[in-house]
């Protein structure tokens, strides 16, 4: 089901789902004095609106959100202030069924959306944690270790890595551990080392094999525990997804088990999200390639002499960008906006011109000719 919520929130809201609060948030006073924050990210509204409205609940609780999310700008690194989201949560359900449901949904997701070269990493915050455990890394080094995951700092990760009083294998392994990719062959290199950390490489492996039988493609998802991110609210299933056109994530998610006990109504959960401009940047990167253009047509006369073909054409469910008459400026508009057709009135119909095709033809009527040909 769609979910929505506002985009101010209580600041004690978003203090609460993260231990110290976020330090990169809008705060604001209401007319009474009490701190307000713009909402930095969808989940946490979720979480708090499924928590009470939905208590009662008996779960799984799936919800689907758009809206926009803001941070302040950080100095040095520019980013937008404020970023516009698609995701969806999947609440009240564990497992391996579940992180490959949302996977799944994320690469359809994608892929309905136009994209082709995209890829989705999946790490796991449960799968380092037991090796660490499973080779007696704790105390201050697994402090640091921690804290340079979530500042995505591989060098300093390696450092300590490098540091610890343990077997040359073992430092190996751990120093490694962001740079291991592939599937079984990675979750062997661990098994060998630490077999303590059998149980978290086998449920890693069923989340694989659930997301192939899913009908996701072998080279759509990649094992990869350089995706890593706080280790305070994510609890295992870490995925994100980036584009050989976009320099920038275009989606991240996971698995945070213990955000809802922060508001009294403790449930599994696990979800994603779609930074929709970064998206919107690589579909555009894509259109260099003519076979990316909208099936659409710029047609002359749209919207005055020929009306009339232009509604019979939308109802065939072919985007029509109607012009008037006089206008010249057709082949312009097609270019910029990447409209496949542009169609003028001919005698006895219309002169068409293909330009992903670079092909002309004529033809009587557009809602006839135009459809079977995208």
Not at 297 to 310: K, R
């Amino acid at each position: 089901r769609e979910a929505r919520t506002p985009v101010m929130e209580f600041a004690e809201v978003i203090d609460r789902a993260q231990e110290g609060g976020p330090d990169d948030v809008f705060r604001l006073f209401d007319e009474v004095g009490r701190v307000l924050v713009l909402r930095p990210d969808l989940t946490i509204p979720m979480a708090r609106l499924i928590s009470t409205r939905m208590a009662d609940h008996p779960g799984p609780v799936r919800v689907a959100y758009t809206g926009a999310a803001f941070r302040t700008p950080q100095h040095g690194r520019p980013r937008a202030v404020e970023q516009w989201q698609a995701g969806v949560e999947l609440v009240g359900q564990n497992g391996p069924g579940a992180d490959a449901e949302i996977i799944a949904m994320l690469v359809d997701a994608l892929a309905a959306a136009g994209l082709s070269d995209f890829r989705v990493g999946i790490g796991d915050v449960r799968l380092t944690r037991e090796v660490l455990d499973a080779l007696g890394v704790d105390g201050e080094p697994r402090a640091d270790l921690a804290k340079a995951a979530s500042e995505r700092n591989f060098v300093a990760w390696r450092h300590v890595a490098q540091d610890l009083a343990l077997p040359e294998a073992q430092r190996a392994l751990i120093a490694a551990l962001p740079t291991l990719r592939g599937g079984a062959d990675a979750l062997a290199r661990i098994v060998d080392v630490a077999p303590a950390a059998r149980e978290a490489c086998d449920y890693v492996r069923e989340v694989l094999e659930l997301v192939r039988r899913a009908g996701v493609a072998d080279d759509a998802v990649l094992l990869d525990l350089g995706v890593s991110r706080d280790w305070t609210y994510y609890s295992g299933l870490i995925l994100e997804a980036y584009s050989g056109k976009e320099g920038t994530p275009i989606a991240f998610g996971g698995r945070y088990d213990g955000l809802f006990g922060r508001f009294g109504n403790p449930r599994t959960a696990v979800g994603f999200a779609v930074f929709v401009n970064p998206l919107n940047r690589a579909l555009a990167a894509s259109m260099g390639d003519t076979s990316a253009m909208a099936a659409g047509v710029v047609l002359v006369g749209g919207l005055d002499t020929e009306l009339d073909a232009a509604n019979a054409l939308r109802r065939t469910g072919v985007p029509v960008v109607a012009l008037a008459a006089a206008d010249a400026r057709a082949e312009a508009v097609a270019e910029a906006d990447g409209w496949r057709f542009v169609a003028r009135p001919g005698t006895g119909g219309y002169a068409v011109r293909d330009r992903s095709t670079g092909e002309d033809f004529s033809c009587r009527r557009l809602e006839e000719a135009i459809p079977s040909r995208v």
